[in-house]
């Protein structure tokens, strides 16, 4: 192993007087003091035969035993596909056997593999909590969060986001994807997003959700619409009108069919478009509605570029929740950027 830079070696202000020597499991962590081994730093675990092995690794094997797709893998991690392929013959012949089987439709784990499994998990919890003890000692939160968000709910959660991590953790990045409930559920079940905002409760097999609101539903129109000068709408009403909607599995358009068919009312949608943006913009200039929540368009109401009003009898709401992948151990950044949503939803 190549000689460490001084940028390599960092002083953790005397955080540990030792770090402790642990070969129970055949894995050796080294002793500094007052100074983080330069072999932790750079994620890389020495086993007691003398192979180098490092924590990427280890994470590859976790994605692609999820995903068992080395695409979806490099994807995920940013890398190339062949370079994926690499590392994972390579930790294979470090460890002396296979530990995927390949075959045309991609990768499935061997026996030895699975055993492998739950000590490779337990190895990259162990580095990733080390990572946030760090972290909260020196009082800096780090890391890349990748959230995902349905349409109705992404504008004010996410400019709620960006300027509270501006302001109190520069160090955190969020990347945004928007998709539909259905989508962002496959997201969170291979790992491709850490943390979403939906309508509904994540399967429990790949995520921890917790309740979050519960908004009253709108409906919204164009500026000057005789019917916005009401107080309120019942749903049988509401349900006649023209509609623009995003088309299904949409949450919201669930949520108004159930409601539909229970009152045994026909909705009236006459055209399917699967941006939110567009939608409001269709709305903006033209004799269609749209139902949504009241949160979704807070922004062009308050401006006047839309008007909307309370539906009533029974009043809608729609129900969104904060989930965490179970495909990805949470980093510190991941349970801050939850606490700042958990935060957020609070006014409502």
Request: with cysteine.
């Amino acid at each position: 192993m190549t000689t460490p830079s001084e940028n390599q070696v960092a002083s953790s202000k005397s955080l540990f007087s030792c770090l402790q020597l642990n070969s129970r499991n055949n894995w050796i962590f080294c002793k500094t003091s007052c100074k983080i081994s330069a072999i932790l730093l750079e994620n890389t675990i020495i086993s007691s035969t003398g192979i180098t092995l490092d924590i990427q690794t280890f994470e590859l094997f976790l994605s692609l035993s999820a995903t068992n797709s080395f695409s979806r893998t490099a994807t995920l991690m940013g890398m190339t596909q062949s370079s994926v392929s690499k590392s994972i013959a390579n930790l294979e012949k470090n460890l002396g056997t296979r530990l995927f089987d390949r075959t045309g439709r991609g990768a499935s784990l061997t026996p030895e593999g699975r055993m492998v499994l739950p000590r490779l998990e337990a190895l990259v919890s162990q580095a990733n909590g080390l990572k946030e003890f760090v972290q909260h000692a020196e009082s800096i939160t780090t890391g890349t969060v990748q959230l995902a968000t349905q349409p109705s709910i992404g504008w004010p959660l996410t400019s709620h986001l960006l300027e509270v991590l501006a302001k109190d953790y520069p160090k955190i990045k969020i990347r945004i994807s928007e998709g539909t409930t259905n989508t962002i559920e496959e997201w969170l079940s291979d790992g491709r997003c850490e943390i979403a905002v939906l309508s509904r409760i994540a399967s429990s097999k790949f995520a921890e959700s917790t309740r979050l609101f519960a908004l009253p539903m709108y409906l919204v129109a164009k500026p000057g619409d005789p019917l916005m000068k009401k107080s309120k709408i019942t749903f049988k009403n509401a349900a006649k009108l023209p509609l623009v909607m995003s088309a299904p599995p949409n949450g919201g358009r669930i949520i108004l069919e159930e409601e539909a068919k229970r009152q045994n009312v026909p909705l009236n949608i006459v055209q399917d478009v699967n941006s939110f943006y567009l939608i409001k913009r269709i709305v903006r200039k033209s004799p269609i509605y749209t139902i949504t929540t009241y949160a979704s368009v807070v922004e062009e109401l308050e401006k006047g570029e839309l008007e909307g009003i309370p539906i009533i009898e029974p009043t809608i709401r729609q129900t969104f929740y904060v989930c965490i992948s179970s495909k990805r151990i949470p980093t510190l950044a991941v349970k801050t950027v939850r606490s700042l949503i958990l935060n957020w939803s609070e006014q409502f």
